[in-house]
């Protein structure tokens, strides 16, 4: 076999600084590096099929040889170890165990010619390095990484991660939401300066980078378990669950640069009976996110979410944005978010979305410690509309657009060093011939709600009145500053407050409670 040599797309990209990676992962209480082959299994070792462990060297068609091997043989177990192998785009069939040894790793190729045919994804092509599609029985495993060189597909940031804690607390004011990361001086500009984009972000006339949506991508697909392995450096979304049914992630960890953009850790699309339980996430967008985008076509439900961490600088965990379909019955559990070391820390702790349309209801969330998260809670209900569906009222429907989010329960919240108040909101509007249009969020139970802000100055500029947030990106900064320190709730029908001990800053004269029309 004629060896194929990987050439990197961007030789002058790959830089890693202080401060991308989280140092210190736990890596022993979650990764199992004794675990044992699965007995009673055909195995299929790459390195039988030409598979070499050298940088660089691409060992695509060895996996596959492997992988067709072990699908002719009606499954079995394909097995990566010894070294380090660089392939491009794998797929891993029915029936079959990835196990990749705890001295051992798969890497993907720097470059995007070698990521496979693109599959159309409610219109547009996607890829991935890692695809388990229409299959079903699959696990990986093994003690072993997945790595994606994620530092190859994106441009430098502007400035270098910040281990120092950020001087003042400022959000951007209402009018700004539509130029929300370029407002200087803002928590949102300071760590949107820190990352690492595939587009021209920083306004420099670069043109894009290519780079695979998904790093590990299963889809349309059964009994699929991921469970004692590392998933390292994505270059996009780290491990994606769409349209998938009964699916285990156990003692995972995920660890990427927490500077390159789009990083999500595990985002579950369209998927339900999805347990996540015992992970650790380190990742630069959100860590543990559920949406349900318009190409899903279908309702999703029974997710849980149990004894995770999360260190992210977006949401650690997040129902939203993509809310084309309805999302129901989510448990989170027993979960600890975090961002101990880079700073401003965290977008939001908690953060339920709905924004095209989707009925979000029934959600319990409970027994979660915060540290460093400037948002500890998020509810949002708006009508961004992304899907582009009709605003008027032509087919005589009234169908106005923005969904629903009720029956939410969220308890024993312990949160310290907060930077921003949570906010919890509908929206009111009006149609074109001038009728009211109330969407409230229905029914938020809130208990044992503990929440101490972090004692450093503030620039807090309230408006008048605080406007509707009805067209934009749900999230906490492009509300601005509102008229309470601790929680601000607007269009709630059901609020309940049980236990709410909010501590906050000693210089903040804000009310620490309002609420604006809440019924």
């Avoid at 495993?141 to 950020?166: D, H």
């Avoid at 236990?499 to 800053?505: C, L």
């Avoid at 000693?506 to 029309?517: K, S, T, V």
Wanted: glycine residues 8%.
């Amino acid at each position: 076999m004629n060896a194929q040599y990987d050439v990197p797309m961007y030789p002058q990209l790959g830089h890693v600084y202080p401060g991308d990676y989280y140092e210190a992962l736990p890596f022993d209480d979650y990764i199992d590096r004794a675990q044992p082959l699965p007995s009673g299994e055909n195995v299929f070792d790459i390195r039988d099929f030409g598979a070499v462990p050298e940088k660089e060297r691409l060992n695509t068609e060895a996996f596959r040889a492997a992988a067709r091997a072990c699908e002719q043989a009606g499954g079995g177990t394909i097995l990566v170890a010894g070294g380090s192998y660089w392939m491009g785009a794998v797929h891993v069939p029915s029936n079959t165990t990835l196990f990749i040894a705890a001295d051992s790793e798969i890497v993907a190729s720097r470059n995007m010619a070698h990521m496979g045919e693109a599959v159309d994804l409610g219109g547009q092509p996607a890829y991935a390095f890692v695809h388990i599609a229409n299959a079903e029985n699959v696990v990986v495993t093994g003690g072993g990484r997945i790595s994606g060189n994620g530092e190859w597909y994106v441009y430098e940031p502007r400035e270098k991660p910040s281990l120092t804690p950020f001087p003042i607390t400022a959000l951007p004011r209402t009018d700004q939401a539509a130029i929300i990361n370029d407002v200087p001086g803002t928590l949102r500009y300071f760590y949107r300066r820190r990352i690492r984009y595939a587009e021209d972000h920083y306004y420099e006339g670069l043109p894009p980078l290519s780079r695979p949506n998904f790093m590990v991508w299963a889809r349309e697909s059964h009994g699929v378990r991921f469970e004692n392995i590392v998933l390292h450096a994505s270059m996009c979304w780290t491990l994606n669950l769409d349209r998938c049914e009964d699916v285990t992630v156990r003692n995972l960890v995920i660890d990427d640069n927490r500077h390159v953009a789009n990083t999500d850790g595990i985002d579950v699309t369209g998927s339900s009976r999805v347990s996540i339980e015992h992970c650790f996430i380190s990742c630069a967008d959100d860590g543990i996110v559920l949406k349900n985008p318009q190409h899903t076509g279908c309702a999703m439900s029974d997710v849980s979410v149990k004894d995770c961490t999360v260190v992210t600088v977006m949401s650690a965990f997040k129902i939203g944005t993509e809310t084309g379909h309805d999302i129901a019955d989510v448990r989170v559990e027993d979960c600890r978010f975090c961002m101990p070391d880079i700073y401003p820390g965290s977008v939001t702790g908690i953060s339920l979305e709905s924004c095209d349309g989707t009925h979000l209801r029934n959600v319990v969330i409970r027994n979660i410690e915060m540290e460093r998260v400037n948002c500890p809670l998020y509810i949002c209900l708006n009508m961004r509309n992304r899907y582009h569906d009709p605003y008027t009222d032509e087919t005589g429907r009234n169908r106005f657009w923005g969904g629903a989010i009720e029956n939410i329960v969220i308890e024993n919240v312990r949160a310290v060093n907060a930077e921003t108040p949570s906010i919890l909101t509908g929206f009111q509007t009006a149609r074109i011939d001038g009728t009211p249009v109330r969407r409230a969020v229905r029914n938020v139970h809130l208990r044992d709600f503990h929440v101490k802000y972090r004692e450093n100055p503030a620039y807090v500029n309230v408006p008048e009145v605080t406007p509707e947030h009805l067209f934009g990106y749900p999230e906490s900064n492009a509300h601005g500053d509102v008229d309470a320190s601790g929680i601000w709730a607007r269009h709630i029908d059901g609020l309940a407050l049980e236990e709410i001990d909010i501590t906050p800053r000693a210089a903040d004269n804000r009310e620490i409670i309002r609420l604006h029309d809440v019924r």
